[in-house]
């Protein structure tokens, strides 16, 4: 059956009450699932609690379909969070005007230049920053780099950004900040450096200046699991909602975002709807991307080993779940020791019953994708720290030649400490045998026994 689309005409009664429908604020950069349920759903939270005009532009870079569908749409779409037993369907309108970067790159530096916007937020995947994770500088010889670097149209999010705050300094207007949202470690002083990097590299030094003085990058780190949109994710809206939506999303109910409190031009009121604002992200983060992130990429590395296809499938085979439980207590969890943190049994469980929720199917090989950029911050970094403290790193281990399995010559760059590590290096090899030899669910087994 078809049905008719989404829009603020069409829209019920009982849902337009409570859509905020202000000026622009925030400028987004990487419009894909996670930007739409959770900052987009935090935003418009806030301004419902203190209005203000934090209306967001969102920016995609290629993906077209979902830009026509927003504009079709009023800007609208659907957010379900689904738990393990039901779904919660709700209409966010914080989004005011959706961009097309390569398209429309000079409406993309205006809306970044106007006075009016006073946060611009990422989220344009690792990859997203084409940066060295070794060095954390600019991969100069990446074409779109060099192509932007060149004075092209930008194409990358660092080159979108720097567009942007020279016509802000260049129109006299004031700083911003910049709020990066992706998985990576210090997230915000990463972009900060790159685009100062950018600026430097093109001779553009009173830029530097300028950025120095008017633009913060607070770091920051999110957490809901908001896997890519499915076809009958998007027959199920309809459904429920008896109006065509085809920029729906689906993620889990929990929603997290802490945020290091360094605003130059104010932000909307996120701390009243459980944002949290905080002095130092570090711990925050390094317990964020071990424990979930960790987990998320061993399950996928071996779960896809074993001929699963989604967290809850691999977490379902009970030789996957132990390692899984053994992962965060005995390894991941431990390893944040350097950061103060003690592992914490309530927590461990409360994290795998959220990666197990059946209803949410986040694919293992999306998890898997790009693992290079993911695993030293996820896994290698708590290898480390373990054998530091004189811990054999061997559940780590055996993630880590679940992604060697799938590879065919190591692409891994290994942080110096275990490239140097006799033991680090024993253990991956051996695990890769057993593998090799006994299949993974066996190996998992036989660790778990052990
Ligand atoms: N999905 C999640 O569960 C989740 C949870 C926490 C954090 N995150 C973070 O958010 C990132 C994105 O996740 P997602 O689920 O939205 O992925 P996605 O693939 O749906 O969206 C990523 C978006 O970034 C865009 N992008 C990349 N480079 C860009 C550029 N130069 N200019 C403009 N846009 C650009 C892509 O085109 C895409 O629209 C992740 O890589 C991660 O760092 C995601
Ligand atoms: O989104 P990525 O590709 O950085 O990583 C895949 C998942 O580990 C990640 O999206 C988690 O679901 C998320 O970080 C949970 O908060």
């Known amino acids: 059956m078809t049905h008719p689309r989404l829009s603020a005409a069409r829209l019920p009664a009982w849902l337009a009450a409570d859509l905020p429908r202000a000026d622009v604020g925030i400028v987004h950069i990487g419009l894909g699932a996670f930007h739409r349920a959770h900052q987009a759903v935090l935003t418009q939270e806030a301004m419902l609690v203190e209005p203000g005009p934090w209306g967001i532009c969102a920016v995609a870079r290629r993906n077209g379909r979902l830009v026509d569908a927003l504009v079709e749409q009023d800007h609208l779409f659907t957010v379900t969070e689904r738990g393990a037993a039901d779904d919660r369907l709700r209409v966010v309108g914080s989004v005011r005007e959706a961009l097309l970067a390569v398209e429309q790159p000079d409406r993309l530096a205006t809306v970044l230049s106007e006075p009016g916007t006073r946060v611009v937020t990422l989220t344009v995947t690792e990859s997203g920053y084409r940066h060295d994770p070794a060095t954390g500088r600019l991969r100069a010889d990446d074409p779109d780099v060099a192509a932007d670097l060149a004075g092209g149209p930008p194409c990358t999010p660092v080159g979108q950004l720097v567009g942007g705050l020279r016509r802000r300094r260049d129109r006299g207007h004031p700083g911003l900040t910049v709020v990066s949202c992706d998985n990576l470690p210090d997230n915000g002083r990463l972009v900060g450096r790159l685009v100062r990097e950018f600026c430097a590299r093109r001779g553009e030094h009173d830029l530097v200046e300028w950025v120095d003085e008017h633009v913060r990058f607070p770091s920051s780190v999110v957490d809901q699991i908001v896997p890519a949109t499915t076809d009958a994710d998007l027959a199920r809206v309809a459904e429920a909602l008896g109006l065509e939506d085809r920029a729906a999303v689906v993620g889990e109910p929990h929603r997290r975002w ?128 373990l054998l530091v403290a004189g811990v054999e790193p061997r559940l780590i281990c055996l993630a880590v030649a679940g992604f060697l399995h799938q590879q065919d010559f190591p692409v891994l760059a290994l942080p110096l400490p275990l490239r140097e590590s006799r033991v680090f290096r024993a253990l991956v090899a051996d695990a890769v045998r057993r593998i090799d030899q006994d299949g993974v669910v066996a190996t998992l087994h036989r660790i778990g026994r052990s």
Do not use: M, Y
């Open 258 to 385: 802490v945020v290091e409190d360094d605003f130059t031009a104010g932000r909307p009121a996120w701390d009243a709807v459980g944002v949290e604002l905080v002095a130092d992200i570090g711990p925050h983060q390094a317990a964020k991307l071990r424990l979930v992130n960790g987990t998320h990429s061993a399950l996928a590395h071996l779960g896809l080993l074993a001929g699963c296809t989604t967290t809850a499938d691999a977490l379902a085979c009970p030789a996957i779940a132990h390692f899984a439980e053994r992962l965060l207590s005995t390894e991941t969890g431990p390893s944040l020791r350097r950061f103060g943190l003690e592992p914490d049994e309530r927590e461990v469980g409360a994290l795998l019953t959220r990666l197990a929720n059946p209803r949410i199917a986040h694919r293992l090989d999306q998890i898997a994708a790009d693992a290079p950029r993911k695993l030293p911050q996820r896994l290698l970094d708590p290898a480390v720290d």
